[in-house]
């Protein structure tokens, strides 16, 4: 009797897996944005083994595995083309054990393992594509222990120019990838081309929507043509995208992502050497707030302490990581300042809802000189209702700032030194959060004081926030309602 009321149970568990599966027919997998650290931005074609498993290394010293940052993705350039019966090859003066002895070796450390092909005939650095082979190279790649595949678009035959053609090529991937068996996490990077946000969420679980990243954070380059200013539909992706670039294409369908399906901005430059500490900010804040993929993309042997006390803010993470998965908006922007070789100075609001009635609030500068600014709770609850008329706005909140508990420089040398009992003596494991024993959700759930920023003021009734913003710097905060939410008070 007993046994068959435990079969009941578990049937009746694998009925509502299989239910809530089927919402997600894709793999279930990056149910909140995918964390992790990619070679490309930093490293380029420059990749071995060793480079992987020194970057796990210190991933795990730095505190950075357990922040998050779950998976190590080896990008371009670890190929040897195909073997007599058709199968991929790794390098094997770069990968010298195979592929499948990395996995093993990432996978012992408690990461998962990423890695790179393309729906073309060759990769952008030219090795081999896995167009028309797709089938087979997903087994190969299960075969391997791989987690997670990031598909590229270079020479693709002209497979592109309508939604459905993309989407078709895409696809083919996908399938193929699920009917191996092994869950894998499909990144798809066709730089925007033929709108991925408006097909790729039942194919993928992310989409890159912009031609690629450089370690600028606002200064136009002719090689990345479109600005996002007004158009979407880019038809040269190109490269060289500053930080900026890349957000305001990103501000028009910002509510695309969901679930199990995101916007991907393309890898973090933070820790590269080319933006200010208020410019990494600006950038690692944003990439977390409109829900993009976070995936580090520098040198682990050369992160400064300060780098690192941007890439491990909890508070910044539980942003990106936050169980409701709803981007913040752009409420507002305007033009500033003049226009120089780093283009049209803006400021810009942005706002947007998190899990338990919380609300985000982003004041940022991207004009040339410190200002004051300010978000008046009319315009911070504006998606809640237009034109002032929210109950939000009219209700108390407690303002937190994002980056005022933000890790001590003397803090992070000492992990960057791997001076443990320094590292302790500094009290260390006050500053980061240790999402491998607590989830993100779990722990604002307790509201856990690292996830949730330092309470510096209150927003009162149709007030507003203001605050002096440095010049490409941003304030950013969480708002929860003094008293226990909306809900309380309804029930009231
Ligand atoms: C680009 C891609 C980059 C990187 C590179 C490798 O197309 O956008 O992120 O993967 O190819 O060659």
Redo the contacts with the bound molecule.
């Keep these: 009797m007993m046994l068959q009321i435990r079969m009941l149970a578990a049937a009746s568990a694998a009925l509502l897996f299989s239910q809530a599966h089927a919402l997600y027919p894709l793999n279930g997998v990056a149910k909140t944005p995918q964390m992790g650290w990619?070679n490309?931005n930093s490293f380029?074609?420059d990749v071995d083994e060793e480079l992987l498993i020194s970057a796990t290394e210190k991933l795990i010293q730095f505190g950075l595995r357990d922040a998050g940052y779950q998976y190590i993705v080896l990008?371009?350039?670890w190929s040897a083309g195909r073997s007599s019966n058709g199968s991929l090859r790794a390098n094997t003066t770069r990968f010298p054990n195979g592929m499948a002895k990395v996995a093993d070796r990432i996978h012992n450390e408690g990461f998962k393992f990423g890695m790179?092909s393309?729906a073309g005939t060759y990769?952008?650095?030219r090795y081999a594509g896995s167009l028309g082979y797709e089938k087979q190279d997903a087994q190969t790649f299960a075969d391997w222990g791989v987690d997670y595949l990031?598909y590229?678009?270079?020479y693709n035959e002209g497979q592109s120019g309508t939604p459905l053609i993309t989407y078709n090529r895409y696809k083919v991937m996908s399938d193929a990838l699920n009917s191996t068996g092994r869950q894998v996490l499909y990144s798809l990077?066709n730089?925007g081309e033929d709108y991925p946000w408006k097909w790729a969420q039942t194919v993928a679980n992310s989409w890159?929507m912009s031609?690629?990243i450089y370690d600028s954070f606002n200064r136009p380059d002719a090689r990345c043509p479109c600005t996002g200013n007004e158009e979407y539909n880019c038809a040269l992706p190109g490269?060289h995208c500053s930080a900026m670039n890349i957000l305001n294409k990103v501000s028009h369908y910002v509510d695309k992502g969901v679930p199990h399906a995101w916007n991907d901005l393309?890898?973090l430059e933070v820790g590269n050497g080319g933006m200010t500490d208020d410019e990494y900010k600006t950038h690692f804040t944003m990439w977390a707030a409109v829900k993009s993929a976070l995936l580090m993309g520098n040198n682990m042997d050369k992160l400064s302490a300060r780098d690192l006390s941007i890439l491990n803010n909890p508070a910044i993470i539980a942003l990106g990581q936050d169980p409701k998965g709803t981007s913040a908006v752009r409420v507002w922007r305007y033009y500033v300042d003049y226009v120089d070789k780093y283009g049209q100075g803006e400021i810009q609001m942005w706002s947007g809802q998190l899990a338990g009635g919380d609300y985000f609030v982003a004041l940022l500068n991207a004009g040339n000189k410190t200002r004051e600014m300010n978000a008046t709770a009319d315009d911070i609850f504006y998606d809640a209702g237009a034109e002032g008329t929210s109950k939000e706005s009219t209700m108390e909140w407690t303002i937190h700032d994002l980056w005022a508990n933000r890790m001590p420089e003397r803090v992070a040398q000492a992990l960057i030194d791997g001076n443990s009992t320094r590292a302790a003596s500094l009290n260390v494991t006050s500053y980061y959060y240790n999402a491998t024993e607590t989830s993100y959700e779990d722990g604002l759930a307790r509201n856990d004081t690292l996830l949730l920023g330092k309470p510096v003021g209150t927003l009162s009734a149709k007030g507003a926030i203001t605050a002096e913003v440095p010049r490409h710097g941003i304030m950013a905060y969480r708002l929860r309602m003094v008293g226990g939410g909306l809900r309380k008070r309804d029930e009231l």
């Design positions: 990619n490309w380029g074609c990008d371009d350039c790179y393309t990769t952008c650095a990031k590229d678009n270079c990077c730089w890159r031609g690629d490269f393309d890898a």
